[in-house]
């Protein structure tokens, strides 16, 4: 079985915030990262955000990483 890949990038839609989503070998859709993120254990935003942003006085990197928080409120594992 090949290693999990993934490609991250930016995604802008129409009429919405740009998230950051994943591209995961054998996935069909992009999936936001921190859907990702709580597939892979972190269950809180804080814990997601402990893990990508490295220096949280970076308004900008927490910025970016709202929308993808905001699109998987929904989503609990």
């Known amino acids: 079985m090949p290693p999990l890949q993934f490609k ?7 009429g ?3 998230t950051i989503e994943a591209t995961i070998a ?3 859709e992009p999936i936001p ?11 809180s935003d804080k814990s997601i955000l402990n893990k990508i942003v ?6 900008a990197m927490c910025e ?3 929308p993808s928080l905001e699109t998987s409120m929904s989503i609990m594992t």
């Open 16 to 18: 919405n915030l740009s």
């Open 33 to 43: 990262v921190a859907i990702l993120m709580r597939a892979l254990g972190c269950t």
């Open 26 to 28: 054998n996935v069909r």
């Open 64 to 66: 970016a990483i709202r």
């Open 54 to 59: 490295y220096d949280k006085d970076d308004s």
């Open 8 to 14: 991250v990038s930016l995604s802008s839609k129409t």
